[in-house]
């Protein structure tokens, strides 16, 4: 067995400080089933040479460098009882070619598009359910935007003009947009199969790592020869699941590493770098005041977890 023992660790500071990021701690939130969790930014990720974080209950986003020191602040000016939930860059409006970042509010089936001063340029969705149920992860390429709806496990593809180019069903609630290629998963009879989509020519090809599909997987990023995601197993011996991360290569097979509880509050639990260093978000109880981001291992090596 391998223990993912991290690297280099990035945390990003939690509280009610202008520097910090929202967070209720488990107590204040009630759960229906098992322990509280927590609350807190919906989406962190690199951008460049910063680490950008959705600060969901402050309702803006926040820029920290690579040592977790806050540079800046973007408030939004979202629409009544709307919500930061994942975020991308991009570009809005065809013509004038504006620098944006597209949201998905966590409250409302609607993406919003805001220049970089935090002004609301446009949506798609109005509040009602019309185009979408649930939008819980966003991604750009080129010159498109790409958004799953979990309520209904499709993934759309919008322009710069948020008009809807096209759509496709998925499994899972995730997906990424990684090499010129679209990652994400399908149903093969009783598993899940990992299809990747080249976005340049749009052929495609599926991979079969076997993963059952009444279990959780959660796609973290695709290298060039490998791909990695993260799987809730089920239960097993005691109270607590068992978690690993699971390295799948071009062929299917597996290497594996039991990791912690994913971050609750996150859309994602593991991003990377601009130079491909993979991390994993955490959230310790027994420190509340901070957000904890650890570089995993290069390599998993030949464990069976």
Known sequence: MITSLPVYSIDLALGEDEKALGIKVTHEIEEPVGKPLPWGPASV?????????????????VEFDLNGNFKNAISLKLPAEAAVGDFCFGIYDTKKKEKAVYVCDADNPTILAFDMNGELLGQIGSGTKDVFFMPKRIEGYANEIFVLEAGKKEIY??????????????????FTVENDNLYHFTSLGRNNALEIQ????????????????????????????????????????????????????????????????????????????????????????AHPDKLIIDELPESFGASEG
């Not at 593809?157 to 995730?174: C, G, H, P, W």
């Not at 997987?217 to 799987?231: E, M, P, Q, S």
């Open 45 to 61: 990720r690199f951008v460049g040479d910063s680490i950008w974080a959705a600060d969901t209950l402050k309702g803006r986003l």
């Open 157 to 174: 593809i919008f322009n710069q003009d948020l008009k809807q180019i096209d759509k496709f069903k998925t499994v899972t609630d995730n």
């Open 198 to 285: 080249d976005l340049k020519n749009y052929e495609k090809h599926i991979i079969k790592p076997g993963f059952p599909s009444d279990n959780d997987i959660d796609l973290l990023f695709c290298d060039k020869n490998t791909y990695v995601g993260f799987v809730e197993f089920r239960e097993g011996s005691g109270e607590n699941p068992q978690y690993q991360i699971v390295e799948v290569d071009k062929d299917g097979n597996m290497t594996r590493i039991n990791t912690d509880y994913p971050v609750s509050f996150m859309v994602r639990s593991f991003i990377k770098d601009s130079k491909g260093k993979k991390y994993q978000i955490k959230f310790d109880e």
